[in-house]
Structures are given as C-alpha cells and as structure tokens.
C-alpha cells in the first residue's frame, strides 16, 4: 500500500455516532474499513499492539484521566517501525484496491496527532453529540455516575480542542446535524476527500437523543412518583422519609438488576447530574433542555474556520 492512499480516522466520545457514521462512508465504493475482523465493533485499536485500547483504561464512561491515553507526536516514535506494526495488523482487512482506507475507534479523538504523525496523509472525523444524552447511552456499560460521564466527555473534548491546533486535515460534525440531513453530510465528507458523490446510496438515520430522554421521562413518572405517592399515603413528604429513599436508591437500587429499578435510580441520577453540569454543557453548544440539537456553531465552540464544521 502506497503513502497516495488517504486514510480516515473517526473519532468521538463512546456512543456519539462514530459507528454509524463509519458504516455510511464506508458503503462508497472507493472507501474500504476494517470488516470481519473478529474484534469489537471492528475497530482497529483492538488489532493492533502499538498503543493501549480503550478497555486498558476502563472503556466508556471511566476514561478520565487522560495523561496516558492521550497520544501526540512525542509518542510516535520511531514512526516508520510504528507505522508499519499497525499497517501489518490492519492491511489485511482492507480493499487494497480502494483508495480510502477507513479506521474508526471512538478514542481516535485522543491520538490524532498520534496517527498524523505515522500516517501524514491522514484525514480525521471527528463526531460530537450531546453530553446528557452520551451518558444516559454509556450508561448500559458502566454504573458511574452521569456526571462522572459527562465530566470525561467535556475533558475529552478540551483535549481535541487543543490538539485540532495541530491537524491539516479534519472535519467536525454533530450527531444532531448528522441525522438531520446524513445525504448532505456525506456529500460534504466526499468532496472533502476528492471523491465522487455517491449516488446511488441513499441515508436513512434518525436521531435517537429523544428517544433516550423519553424513556428516563416516562419511567420516571410511571414508576418512581407512583412510588413516593403510595410511600407517602398523599401526605407532604417528610424529611426522614425523604433521606430513607434517597438512601436506599443509591444503596440498593443501585445494586440491583431490574431494569425499571435502574431506570428509575438513573434519572434521579441525572436530575442531580443536571443540576451541577447544566452551565458547562451550555458552553459546548448544548442546553440540557433542547436533547435532540445543538444551539450553536461548532467553529465557534471549538475555535476552528467554518469550513472545517460540516453542518
């Protein structure tokens, strides 16, 4: 394989899109990802021997601090021995006919300068999608807290902040936008890497954000304010009787496998998670109230030339 080849890289915070997105662009014809591999998700991080997988730092929703996880180009050395021991696990999984080869791990974010230091001809998507709603959906994996979640989101994203200073070439682009118009996106994306437009496929995505929210809602208000309503007989809910609950959701719920039980634990969770993260999130261009959008610019938020945001 040739350096003319182009290689993307598709990063983002765990449940953000980096999957779907990474399927859709694949399906050009000129583009060849990592398929049949054998290894979660298909990602190459798991191919590899060169540097740590996610799980090595607990996977989603425990990576927090990133001294050790974030790669730069001080990591990439020597290169071309570097470069040729991720080649030599991932070349085999790839069209070598294609002219794009593709690579999706969600903790690309933290290594891009890493991988542009090995593959200089490299191209990098980087997907971001709601915090609140990124930790209600990392939530099936991992019995942090929201607000342990959605503190690892916006430390991630600080990072990519910075090391986007160092990038020739990369595109940001929200799930929300994303969803709304997938055709349009990836038309952008093809005419970013010189390809044609890739008729013939036609995106069908929705945008799940509401979906995740309605269910916290509902099972809220189904199971857990029926609950209290029966506990407290109709009568104003006592102090005592108000710290036995909240005990026993964050002792025992907690523990327990019923799904509705964790349901109901988990909102409360996040009613508490909103209440100390809401202003934060507002500065990366989301509101806690608005779940299924973004309400401003990403070349804003992150400091970048417009033509760098597909939207």
């Not at 003319?4 to 598709?10: A, G, L, V």
């Not at 093809?190 to 945008?207: F, I, P, Q």
């Amino acid at each position: 394989m040739t350096q003319e080849k182009k290689y993307i890289f598709i990063g983002g915070s765990h449940r953000s899109g980096t999957t779907l997105l990474a399927k859709l662009l694949s399906d050009h014809p000129s583009i060849s990802d990592l398929s049949e591999t054998g290894v979660p998700m298909d990602e190459g991080q798991f191919l590899q021997d060169v540097y740590k997988d996610d799980n090595h730092y607990g996977g989603p929703g425990f990576i927090t601090d990133l001294s050790d996880c974030h790669l730069t180009e001080k990591d990439a050395e020597p290169a071309g021995e570097l470069r040729q021991r991720i080649l030599d696990s991932w070349e085999p999984y790839w069209d070598p006919a294609s002219d794009v080869f593709l690579e999706k791990s969600p903790m690309n974010i933290l290594k891009s300068r890493f991988l542009q230091a090995l593959f200089p001809n490299a191209y990098f998507i980087f997907i971001v999608r709601h915090p609140l709603i990124v930790s209600m959906a990392q939530q099936k994996w991992t019995r942090t807290s929201h607000k342990h979640i959605i503190d690892s989101w916006m430390n991630i994203h600080k990072r990519l902040k910075t090391d986007l200073k160092y990038l020739k070439h990369f595109r940001l682009i929200t799930y929300e936008n994303f969803c709304s118009s997938p055709q349009r996106c990836l038309n952008s994306i093809y005419d970013w890497l010189g390809l044609e437009r890739n008729t013939s496929m036609k995106a069908d995505v929705s945008n799940s954000n509401m979906a995740y929210y309605e269910a916290y809602e509902k099972m809220y208000n189904v199971v857990y304010n029926p609950l209290l309503a029966r506990v407290c007989g109709g009568r104003p809910y006592p102090l005592w009787k108000r710290k036995l609950v909240n005990c026993i959701e964050r002792k025992l719920l907690y523990a327990l496998t019923n799904n509705n039980l964790m349901l109901v634990w988990k909102k409360r969770d996040i009613d508490w998670s909103i209440d100390g993260s809401s202003d934060d999130i507002l500065q990366w261009g989301y509101d806690v109230n608005i779940p299924d959008a973004s309400i401003a610019s990403l070349a804003d938020i992150f400091s970048v030339d417009q033509r760098h945001v597909i939207e």
